[in-house]
Every structure is written in C-alpha cells, then in structure tokens.
C-alpha cells in the first residue's frame, strides 16, 4: 500500500505537477466550490498532489482560470463554469464549499447577490449533499463575531454583528449558511464542517481586493503613500494560506463538526504590519492616516484552542516568512501586467 501510494504519476506535460496515485478507498471525488480563487485554488493544489479527483466550480467572479492552468491536462481535474446559486448535479464524496465573494469591494458591489450565494449556492451545496451522501465543509468568516466585545473570539461567542450595515450581506450570509448547516445537519443527517475563517494572505490574492495586506503591499511597491484607515491601533491577525488549507483539510477529515476557528492568534496593529510591509518592501512609502471606515471591527484575533485540540493544528509559517513570499508574487504580477 505504502508503494502504490508513494508512486508519482499524473504528468502529461513538463508543466503538470507531481501527483501521488492514491487506489480506491482512499481516492476521494472532491468538489470545490469557487476553486479558482484565492483559497480554493491552493486547496485543489494539495489535494491534487494527494491524488483525488477534484472537479472545481467556479463563475469567475473574482476567480481566475490562471490560478488553476497548471491542472488542465491533468486527467483528475475537472473545472466548470457555474454559479452555485443554481442547482448542480454531480457525484462526489466531499464538498469543500467555498464559492462567495471574500473582500469589502467585491461583497459590496452587489450585496444581494452576495446573499444570494451564500444562501441560495449553500442550500444548493447542502441538497446536494444530502442527495449523494457527500460531506461538506462549508467555509464561513470570523466576520461572523462582527465588531466583537470578547477577546479574543471563542467559537461559543455569538458576535455582534449590525444585521443593517454596509457588510451585513456578507456577515449576515455566512451567518445563515452556517445556521443552514446546522440545519441539514439535524434534520437530514448532513455531515457538515464549518471554518470561521480568519484574515488570510499569500500568493494569489487579488492585487486589488481592497483588503490591508494588498492595499499596503501594492502602495510600497509603487511608492505610494501607505493608507492606514483610522488611527492604526485595531489589530488584524494574518494566517499565510498554507496553514489555512491544512487545516481545512484536517477538519474536512475530522470527527469533529462544530464551528472551528482556522486563523493565527499572532495580533498586529495596523500600524505595525503597515510598518513591517513597508520595510520589507524596501521603497520610500510614507505612512498616512485617513479616516475610519464604518463597522470596521477594532480588535480580531481567533482563540484557536478547539483546532489545536481537535484537529491538532497550529499555524506553523511566521509572518515575515509569509509576506516575503506574497510580496514576489505581487512584483511578478505587477510585472506581467506592464508587459501586457
Ligand atoms: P476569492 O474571491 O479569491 O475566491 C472566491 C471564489 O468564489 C472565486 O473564484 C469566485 O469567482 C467564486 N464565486 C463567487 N461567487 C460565486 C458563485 N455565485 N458561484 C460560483 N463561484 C462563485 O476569495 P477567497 O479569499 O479565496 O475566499 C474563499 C472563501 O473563504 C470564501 O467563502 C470566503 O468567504 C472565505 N474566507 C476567506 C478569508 C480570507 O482571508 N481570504 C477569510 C474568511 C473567509
């Protein structure tokens, strides 16, 4: 057995990652919702290489096929162009739900239809599970705490969330798609998992999701001003997206299914990750103050106690480790885009 999973195989062309041959009863048929993003893209890398079959769905919102090229050929890939908040109908064992616009700018430019696809699309991804016996992972936000008054945020603290607010079609979304959850999970016997999710980085985010660590990269490198919203004393913490995915997966393959914090307990304020990119960056930024933004949350760090017990996880990559890698990739962005 330790052979046949040991063998790599899979690569058609030079440029197809290393896959492991997995035999039956190990090799899942895995769907991933919004698998062209930033998240979804480097969760099909890992388990590709671990040798599942995994079909992506995606409707390229923000999402781009560039992130998933590398697979095309490969015959354990499959991508499909579809919104979730219509129903599909497919055979897998699992569901990592993950399709839903992720930053301010992009959940903002149409609020309905980010409620839409976080209630609609997680119904559709729950009656799908029940239908064909799947387990879902359903990848929900510390933006479910809101502006939290406990610190730092335990699973069993309900939030405090402006149900009326500019973000409300976000919080209030992942709100219901956990509360659906639940909900297919007493009454059909769904076996579900949630991620509240916490700030993640790394390479391929969007260079434009409007969201600190992009905002203040793209500023240093093009020597523009950093713009601190405020005055720079909330707190943020950063997990680099490699820790993200192993702990998706872990809980995906967990015994465990109440809400799990995934997210580094490591807490910056904004002033100081603004200072850290800034002289990791190298340029001549300055840094300026600017007015705060409504329902920003002041403070947000997870407690992430149940992951560590539960699923044995911890974020293991240091920050620095982490935006060393993200800045390359935001300067080779940048430098494909003045190519073209
Ligand atoms: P992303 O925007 O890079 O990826 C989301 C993907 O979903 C995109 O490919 C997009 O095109 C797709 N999508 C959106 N609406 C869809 C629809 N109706 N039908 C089909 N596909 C659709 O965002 P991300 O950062 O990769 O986030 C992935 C998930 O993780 C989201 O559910 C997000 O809420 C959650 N999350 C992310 C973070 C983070 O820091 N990145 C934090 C908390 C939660």
């Given at each position: 057995l330790e052979l046949r999973i040991k063998i790599l195989e899979g690569s058609t062309s030079k440029n197809v990652p290393n896959t492991r041959r997995l035999?039956?009863?190990?090799?899942k048929r895995i769907l991933v919702t919004g698998g062209a993003g930033f998240v979804g893209s480097h969760l099909?890398?890992?388990l590709m290489k671990n040798g599942h079959e995994v079909t992506v769905v995606d409707n390229f919102f923000t999402g781009r096929k560039s992130n998933l090229h590398h697979w095309f050929s490969h015959k354990n890939f499959e991508l499909i162009h579809h919104d979730i908040v219509n129903p599909l109908y497919i055979e897998v064992d699992q569901i990592y739900h993950l399709a839903s616009p992720a930053s301010p700018p992009h959940y903002m430019f149409n609020p309905v239809k980010t409620i839409?696809?976080?209630a609609l699309g997680t119904i559709n991804m729950l009656g799908l599970a029940k239908r064909i016996g799947a387990r879902v992972l359903v990848a929900s936000t510390s933006e479910v705490y809101g502006d939290p008054q406990v610190h730092p945020q335990p699973e069993d603290y309900w939030g405090n969330v402006n149900p009326i607010g500019p973000r409300s079609c976000y919080d209030e979304g992942k709100r219901?798609?956990?509360?659906?959850?639940?909900?297919?999970?007493?009454?059909?016997?769904?076996?579900v998992r949630v991620a509240r999710i916490f700030n993640t980085y790394g390479p391929r985010m969007n260079i434009n999701d409007g969201r600190v660590v992009s905002n203040f990269i793209m500023q240093s490198l093009l020597n523009h001003s950093i713009t601190i919203y405020g005055d720079g004393t909330q707190t943020r913490s950063f997990a680099y997206i490699d820790?993200?995915?192993?702990g998706l997966i872990k809980l995906m393959n967990s015994n465990y299914s109440l809400p799990v914090n995934l997210g580094n307990p490591e807490e910056y304020t904004i002033?100081?990750?603004?200072?850290?990119?800034?002289?990791?960056?190298g340029g001549s930024s300055s840094i300026v103050f600017t007015d705060g933004v409504e329902d920003d949350p002041q403070r947000r760090r997870?407690?992430?106690?149940?992951?560590?017990?539960?699923?044995?996880?911890?974020?293991k990559v240091p920050l620095k480790i982490g935006l060393k890698k993200t800045i390359e990739y935001f300067r080779k962005e940048m430098s494909n885009l003045n190519e073209n």
């Open positions: 035999s039956s009863p190990e090799r099909v890398d890992i839409k696809t976080n219901i798609a956990e509360a659906l959850s639940y909900a297919y999970a007493k009454q059909e016997n769904v076996a820790d993200l995915v192993d002033l100081e990750f603004a200072t850290l990119i800034k002289n990791l960056v997870p407690d992430i106690s149940r992951a560590r017990r539960e699923l044995n996880w911890t974020p």
